[in-house]
């Protein structure tokens, strides 16, 4: 079993960076692919970044470029660095952990934070 604690969510305006961390217990991250998603009020789950067991990345669109995600495993940390933020990106954003890494994409995950509110002003 792993559990997932999103932190670093906030209020910032139009431009801003935030960082958000998923910190992990109950197991080692060593193995396990991990991804962020974001939920808009009113809308559909949606993929935002992930990172496999080897450090590659993949992100969608409209954040490339913007976002950075990476790990610490000794930490057993993952984070999203978002810089350049826009109203768009107010989401509420998740973290979540799988062993097979389209999956995780596809946010299938069986294993998921309660989440971190982003919100950027205008």
């Known amino acids: 079993q792993v559990q997932l604690v999103e932190s670093g969510g906030g209020l910032v305006q139009d431009g801003g960076s935030l960082r958000l961390s998923c910190a992990a217990s109950?197991?080692?991250?060593?193995?396990?692919?991990m991804g962020w998603f974001r939920q808009a009020p009113g809308k559909e789950r949606q993929f935002v970044a992930a990172i496999n067991w080897i450090k590659s990345t993949f992100y969608t669109d409209s954040v490339r470029g913007r976002f950075t995600i990476s790990r610490d495993d000794a930490k057993n940390t993952v984070y999203l660095q978002m810089n350049t933020l826009k109203p768009e990106d107010t989401a509420k954003y998740f973290c979540?952990?799988?062993?097979?890494?389209?999956?995780?994409?596809?946010?299938?995950?069986?294993?998921w934070g309660q989440g971190t509110q982003v919100t950027v002003s205008p």
């Open positions: 109950g197991r080692t991250l060593t193995n396990y692919a």
């Open positions: 979540a952990a799988d062993y097979d890494y389209p999956r995780l994409i596809r946010g299938e995950s069986d294993y």
